[in-house]
């Protein structure tokens, strides 16, 4: 009979033994043992604080949760209402909240069925946090600052107020989380008077497309952060090198816009390489943007601006040359959200271009010279025909191939195709006072091209 | 038909081997004041090297004059032979008429005949390159193609930094066919 009175008497302790009682405040889990008291956190004047009991069967068998409460003003426990039979390895949480109306120490009791703690809770005055647009709060309280694009600052402005009745010091004002930073933040080392106010701003430049979470910490007060990070909407440059038809020997205007306005300042680099049609062409010298004389130019986007910026200018002009080939440009420096960057202008190869001709008469010869290009550069079979003062033609087509003396020439003087060509034809036979004019035929691989008639 | 035979027989043989050389358009003068050969074709300009001060071009006997805020072209007896508008800053004479500037354009004019407009903001120099070129320094630097029937305005490639070099004197385009008054341009 004295064996079962103590076991009886032994029972509720072996109960409470095998039932982990515990606080949660954030990552951090506090064992409460019975008969001690445990300090909070502090807050501040209206904040609320929100922490997790946490009751655990740890034993070997199902135990009764009888009892589970907190009594003290301004906590509150939210958990399932005893009776409730906590299974072995079953959590029973409950959210403990509290929030203070003065600038007081609180006090709770909290009582899990035999075991009792005192919860402490030290409440200080603090300053109202207010922010504006574009920030919101969200459904779970947290400041939001939207959806931003990827790399584009976003920034809220927000203020501090002292509406207490006593000075405040604002010790601490900082921000973490990737991308969030505090920026115009007031000098803090003398306390917010009553009434008074600092503003500063929190600035978030998005890294990832995620849920972008951070903290404001105000003094020992936290707010939480969140923001949606998301790659902007893809822009495709418009480069435009006028419409019509590509050719050799040609300045081009290229200007350069953007489709909706930029959401970056940026700059970036346009360049050009050329691959040419031929392989005695190695390069050609000619095919530069002429405002730099070079191979690159630079260009500017400006934030909220569609026009993009050449050399600092609204056009550059590119110089096709004077080879067959493919003059490709490229856009490099380009920011984020912002693709299609290469283009390519096919020169096609073409007849002779004749630039000028003069003809001259000597006392003892005709003189022709001409000056012009070969894209091709497969000139040297030509024609002349020579005419009397009535246009009739006084002479067979005199064929002539200067093929190979054209071929030296390019290769001797590597780097497009201009040339200037004085063909000479003396006059040692027969009545040339009737001769008054002539045209000539210049043909490369492309065609023939035939002079107008030249008057000497 | 025997005069005929001897010409072609005269010519088909007589083409001789041709000279063949790069085409030399005329000379820019840079910021600095240097000056750089202009070789190529029309809308196809390379730079050569830095030269010396290219020889002195004389387009006209005329000479142009400042007269408070008006420019004139004065013949060699002293006649006027031109005032130009009260909004030219600039001019150069050049084959049979004159070129200058207004805020907004250059202006060819040829002397009894038609004159060409050309839109070219912010004028601030006019200097002859050859008889049928003339730089045209603005935001950037211009070549204006001044021959009869082919005139057109390109863009000059930007010289690189040199050296400066010591002031050039004004110079004028020459007057005439360099080598015979009987040619035929096309």
Partial sequence: ??????????????????????????????????????????????????????????????????????????????????????????????????????????????????????????VVLGAKLTFAAPCTTNSSGAIDFGIPYIAQAVSCPFTLRNENALPVQISKVIVAGTGYTVQNLPDLTSPLGVGATISFTVQLIPQAHSTISGTLTVNARNYALTAIGVDPPILQPIVDFESSAYASGQQRRVTMQLPSPSLFSSSGLMTITFEPSYTLAADDPAIVFLETNSRQIPFTLQQGQTAVKLNNSTFVTLQTGTTAGKITVTLSGLPGGISGNTFVLTIPPSTIAVDKTIATRFLDRIELVLTGFDNTFSAGSMLFRFYDANGQQITAAIPADFTLNFRKFYVDTPGGSTFKVTLKFPLSNGDVTKLASMDAEFANTAGTVRTSKLTF | ????????????????????????????????????????????????????????????????????????????????????????????????????????????????????????????????????????????????????????????????????????PVRRLPTGAPQSPRRQRQ
Avoid: C
Avoid at chain 2, 8 to 22: G, K, M, N, R, W
Avoid at chain 2, 23 to 36: N, R, T
Avoid at chain 2, 77 to 89: E, H, Q, S
Avoid at chain 2, 101 to 122: C, D, K
């Fill in chain 2, 1 to 168: 038909m025997k005069l005929i035979s001897i010409l072609l027989l005269s010519l088909s043989f007589a083409v001789a081997q041709p000279a063949i050389e790069t085409p030399l358009l005329g000379y820019m003068q840079d910021a600095e004041g240097s000056w750089h050969t202009v070789l190529g074709t029309a809308g196809n300009f390379v730079l050569g090297p830095v030269v010396p001060e290219p020889p002195a071009l004389a387009a006209s006997s005329n000479h142009i004059e400042r007269r408070g805020e008006a420019i004139y072209v004065i013949a060699p007896d002293g006649g006027t032979v031109d005032i130009l508008p009260p909004d030219a800053k600039t001019a150069v004479l050049v084959e049979n008429g004159v070129l200058y500037s207004t805020p907004q354009e250059v202006v060819l004019r040829r002397f009894r005949s038609r004159e060409i407009h050309f839109p070219a903001e912010g004028v601030t120099a006019l200097k002859a390159m050859s008889p049928e070129y003339v730089q045209v320094s603005a935001d950037r630097q211009l070549a204006l193609r001044i021959e009869d029937g082919r005139e057109a305005m390109f863009v000059l490639p930007k010289p690189a930094d040199v050296a400066p070099a010591p002031p050039a």
């Fill in chain 1, 1 to 122: 009979m004295i064996r079962l009175l103590l076991l009886a008497a032994l029972l509720p302790v072996a109960a409470r033994a095998q039932l982990a009682f515990s606080l949660i405040d954030g990552s951090t889990e506090t064992p409460l043992v019975s008969g001690s008291s445990y300090t909070l956190r502090s807050v501040e004047v209206g904040e609320e604080l929100s922490v997790r009991l946490r009751v655990r069967n740890n034993g070997v068998a199902a135990v009764d949760i009888t009892t589970f409460f907190v009594d003290g003003p301004g906590f509150v426990l939210e958990r399932p209402l005893p009776p409730y039979r906590l299974q072995v390895n079953e959590n029973l949480n409950g959210t403990l909240r509290f929030t203070g109306t003065e600038a007081k120490t609180y006090s709770a009791t909290a009582l899990m069925n035999n075991v009792s703690v005192t919860l402490n809770v030290s």
